[in-house]
């Protein structure tokens, strides 16, 4: 396939071709006649994967037509029994979750469920400086002394063996509903709900563990209502809980395909209602006025609630999300927003030293498939966030650790396209070269000891040299369309939203603003760019690129005040003062030859 435009190298190194393989035109034509549909959007829906038969489940996702039978799963159905029985004989129950979105948006599913039925439960959140990922014997067995009967581990636990083995011998059952990848022993729980366990075969492995929370939840009111305990009582708003579902699938950084974009797209309808009181609150102490999209969930109400769990307290997220008091919510609400504050101000700061750190190796290595670093009293909380900085500047897996005074180093990695750095993660553990470590392909947690940090960088590159470069030789920015200043209008905008919310597995789609020139390029908060794009006939479009400083991009913007580039980008809404308005959210750029 020739380059678009002729770009073979961007500014960011990237091939530029078509996203729309030249063979998918006519289905691209098809889709837009028979569903009376303008082209452009016929060819986004095509790239997208759409058929001419099912272009309106892309248009209209629902859960009536994406949401899978929960019993597909294994372990569901012995696991709703279970759960049943204990809300029924209102038996002592406890949550085991994870500090992350995910995790936070799981316990509050489980919690809000519970008291739609008159119920309580115990619930704990883990400290991620002091206590990391996953359950420990002692969290576990102190459920299950406090008179648990039935704990649930939710976004965790699949590897959690020993604890759930001492959980069981305190006296409580285990039901483990998570997502991570798993290997072919599971923990002797009662149940391991996980549709990536490698004996499920419901092709679910792409949800979220809250999207797996919410199939539990359906799988045990479908049971209570067949035992006829809502006789006499109603059942339980499950709809309204999907923004939750919707803000941790978006946060999780899942594929959004098939039954994600119907938790997605009606969960960002229930958002709008604003029934949550805690998302509610974080709306308004994060001021956001337009209605939500999938970016509120991912930039702006995910990285507070996040904040709790990396730099204060790790439960606060969870309370949020489950909490129905106006006062309460807005207090925990402020708390976040001066976490998140605080958390900008350490991440800065340890990004500053990282990039050091790795301008220095790669002087002496410049073609290692990885970046391992560390330092001395960085932030455990913040590690990933940095590795996903790292990562996304240089192209490569980044591993970042912290340093322990008992001789051990905690860290966090994060991957590019194509390397799954999870299965990485836990070869590396098997191996005896980690103390623990997993995740998903993109994204792993691990701990070392420092003594075996060379033989763990030795088998890194070893395996990870050949996909680095399988990938590097791969990359290509693909573009839906090309376009000019003056067809970005709200139409478009209005038009492109039709086939959204949009996602991993579901891309936004990108277009290339030919031979427009740049004016007033100017820098915004050190990091950002703000400038304008001119068109031959007189369109123009307003513009950012975030978090561009010190890279090539940054560098070809700021060179090509008052010339002419191709630039490419996502179009978004801008709302100011009630107003709409159209902007370019740049994220690449190319000479013209």
């Known amino acids: 396939m020739p380059a678009l435009l002729g770009v073979e190298r961007s500014a960011r ?64 159905e ?13 038996e002592p129950i406890a949550i085991f979750g994870d500090y992350d979105v995910d995790g936070a948006a799981s316990v509050a599913l489980i919690e809000r469920y519970l008291r739609a039925h008159g119920q309580t439960c115990q619930t704990y959140i883990p400290d991620r400086l002091t206590e990391g990922y996953g359950p420990s014997v002692e969290a576990l067995t102190g459920l299950a002394q406090q008179g648990a009967r039935l704990i649930l581990t939710v976004d965790c636990g699949t590897a959690a063996h020993d604890a759930i083995a001492a959980a069981n011998a305190a006296g409580a059952e285990i039901i483990v509903i998570d997502h991570h990848q798993a290997d072919e022993r599971l923990p002797p729980a009662y149940a391991v709900i996980n549709p990536n366990r490698q004996d ?96 509120t969930l991912g930039f702006i109400l995910g990285p507070r609630i996040n904040a709790g769990g990396r730099v204060s307290a790790s439960s606060l997220g969870a309370r949020l999300l489950a909490c129905d008091d106006e006062i309460e919510a807005r207090a925990l609400a402020a708390k976040l927003e001066a976490s998140n ?77 194509s390397v799954d750095l999870g299965a990485v993660v836990r070869a590396a553990v098997h191996e005896g070269l980690l103390l623990k470590g ?94 304008t794009l001119h068109a031959a006939d007189g369109g123009r479009l307003e513009a950012c690129a975030f978090r561009v400083a010190d890279t090539a991009l940054g560098r070809t913007l700021l060179e090509g005040e008052g010339l002419p580039l191709h630039v490419a980008g996502h179009l978004r809404r801008s709302t100011w003062q009630g107003r709409d308005s159209v902007e370019l959210l740049i994220v690449d750029a190319a000479e013209i030859h």
């Open 13 to 76: 190194g990237y091939r530029w071709i078509e996203r729309l393989q030249p063979g998918r035109s006519l289905v691209a034509t098809a889709i837009s006649q028979a569903n009376g549909l303008p082209e452009l959007l016929g060819r986004v829906l095509a790239a997208r994967g759409a058929e001419p038969h099912n272009a309106d489940r892309h248009l209209d996702p629902t859960l009536r037509t994406l949401m899978p039978d929960p019993a597909l799963l294994q372990d569901m």
């Open 78 to 90: 012995r696991s709703a029994e279970r759960f049943a029985t204990a809300i029924s004989a209102a």
């Open 200 to 295: 499920d075969l419901s092709g679910q492995g792409h949800l979220a563990a809250a999207g797996v929370v919410f199939l539990f939840l359906v799988a045990t009111t479908r049971l209570l209502r067949r035992n006829g305990f809502y006789r006499d009582k109603p059942e339980p708003d499950l709809l309204g809980l999907l923004d939750l579902v919707a803000l941790a699938t978006v946060c999780d950084v899942v594929p959004l395909k098939e039954t994600n974009r119907a938790f997605v797209a009606q969960g960002l309808k229930v958002l709008r209602l604003r029934h949550n009181q805690g998302l509610r609150a974080l709306a308004d102490v994060a001021r956001i006025e337009a209605a939500p999209t999938s970016f």
């Open 341 to 417: 504050t605080e958390r900008r101000a350490i991440e800065e700061r340890m990004l500053e030293e990282a990039f050091a750190l790795a301008e220095t190796s790669l002087e002496h290595e410049p073609e290692c498939p990885m970046l391992f670093l560390g330092g001395e009293g960085w932030h455990k909380g913040l590690l990933g966030l940095v590795a996903g900085r790292i990562a996304e500047r240089y192209h490569r897996p980044a591993f970042v650790t912290a340093f322990d005074p008992d001789g051990t180093a905690t860290g966090s990695a994060r991957s590019i396209a």
């Open 438 to 531: 997993g995740g998903h392909a993109m994204a792993a947690g691990f701990k070392l000891e420092r003594s075996r940090e060379e033989a763990l960088l030795r088998f890194l590159l070893q395996h990870l040299t050949g996909p680095v470069r399988q990938a590097a030789s791969m990359r290509q920015l693909a573009i839906d369309g090309v376009l000019s200043a003056q067809a970005a209008s709200l139409d478009l905008i209005d038009l492109l939203e039709r086939a959204g919310p949009y996602g991993p597995g579901h891309s936004e789609p990108r277009f290339v603003f030919p031979a427009h020139r740049l004016s007033r390029v100017r820098s915004i908060k050190e990091a950002h760019l703000r400038c």
